[in-house]
C-alpha cells in the first residue's frame, strides 16, 4: 500500500464500517439521504462486509475512511 499522509493510520474492517454508518446517520440528519435508504444500509455487519467483498467495494470504503480520516487530520 503508498505510503500516506503523516498522521494516516490503517483501520480495522469493522472500524470503517462503524464509521461509514455514521456517516450516513449524519446524511440522515442532514436530510441528503432518505431514512428508508438508511434502513437498507444498516444490515448486520456481517452481510454488509459479504456485500462489500462480494462487489469487491470493501477497498473503496476503506479508502474512503481513510481520505476522510486525512482531511480531518489537515
Excluded at 6 to 27: F, H, I, K, P, S
Excluded at 37 to 66: C, I, M, W
Amino acid at each position: 500500500m503508498p505510503a500516506g499522509p503523516a498522521g494516516l493510520a490503517e483501520v480495522t474492517v469493522r472500524v470503517a464500517v462503524d464509521r461509514y454508518l455514521d456517516g450516513v446517520a449524519r446524511a440522515v440528519a442532514g436530510h441528503s439521504l432518505a431514512a428508508t435508504t438508511a434502513a437498507n444500509y444498516r444490515r448486520d455487519l456481517a452481510e454488509f462486509v459479504e456485500a462489500l467483498q462480494s462487489s469487491n467495494q470493501l477497498p473503496a470504503l476503506v479508502g474512503e475512511v481513510a481520505r476522510n480520516k486525512a482531511l480531518a487530520i489537515a
